[in-house]
């Protein structure tokens, strides 16, 4: 039999949380850049992108879930407005960003509870869409956003000239 999960999801609390924030900032580059060659892998790309970060989060929240008091990851939820064009009463959603959850830990269900935080949020804020997006070959993340409820809305395609 094994044992019930202690994990925990809590808001991130700035500037203690920073460095572990900027470790998860520098591990999502890690694991995106061989998806995506684009992605940043430099030193200096945890820090220039965590500052960007309080103007997201002054939008939204942060949250870090947690075990035994270790950071296993986080993501960062924040309000943001579809195009024009769409339908007033779904024009406000929530955006998640940021979904990062340190390898050792995968599989636990630490992504589903880090996506069920920001759907609570976006509830609470009376948000009825959230959107989330990934990266083609991402297929793990793919098949756990489809099991939280998650379906295509949009594709974005790229040209080199």
Known sequence: MSKPSTISIREARLPADRPVILSFIDGIQQFENPIEPDRRTDARVAEEYFAEIPALAAKGAIFIAEE??????????????????????????????????????????????????????????????????????????????????????????????
Do not use: H, M
């Open 68 to 161: 035994a008091g270790n950071a296993l990851g986080w993501v960062l939820v924040y309000r943001d407005s579809n195009e024009i064009y769409v339908v007033e009463e779904e024009r406000a959603v929530a955006t998640i960003r940021e979904l990062y959850v340190d390898e050792e830990v995968r599989g636990r269900g630490v992504g589903q509870a880090l996506i069920a935080a920001c759907e609570n949020w976006a509830r609470a804020q009376g948000l009825k869409v959230v959107l989330i997006g990934v990266l083609p070959g991402n297929e793990r993340a793919l098949r756990i956003y489809r099991n939280a409820g998650f379906s295509p809305y949009a594709l974005q395609l790229r040209k080199y000239v």
